[in-house]
Nanobody, 124 residues
């Protein structure tokens, strides 16, 4: 059972940056694909970005391309989401999710493990 913990959320002005972290309890986190998803109030959870277990493949939602970057540090069992040029519409609870030996998946139901989420609020 992999436990995931997100951190790094907060309040930022439009145009600002945040870096989210997804830390795993599993020491072999390197064999898990990781995805970031977000859910705004009153909306469904949506895909943001994902990275394959090898780290060689990534997939981004069109709404964040060029602004967000996913990376992983397997030595620290952590995946990062660097978010630049933030917009008010990026406001949501951000969740990380993991899939053993997965590619860069975009589907919510493909992931087996989920964190509790971290709030990101972007003010205009």
């Amino acid at each position: 059972q992999v436990q995931l913990r997100e951190s790094g959320g907060g309040l930022v002005q439009a145009g600002g940056s945040l870096r989210l972290s997804c830390a795993a309890s599993e020491r072999t986190f390197s064999v898990y694909a990781v995805g970031w998803f977000r859910q705004a109030p009153g909306k469904e959870r949506e895909f943001v970005v994902s990275i394959s277990w090898r780290g060689g493949t990534t997939s981004y939602a069109d709404s964040v391309k060029g602004r967000f970057t996913i990376s992983r540090d397997n030595a620290k069992n952590t995946v990062y989401l660097q978010m630049n040029s933030l917009k008010p519409e990026d406001t949501a609870v951000y969740y990380c999710a993991a899939k053993h030996l997965g590619p860069a998946l975009r589907e919510i139901r493909a992931y087996d493990y989920w964190g509790q989420g971290t709030q990101v609020t972007v003010s205009s």
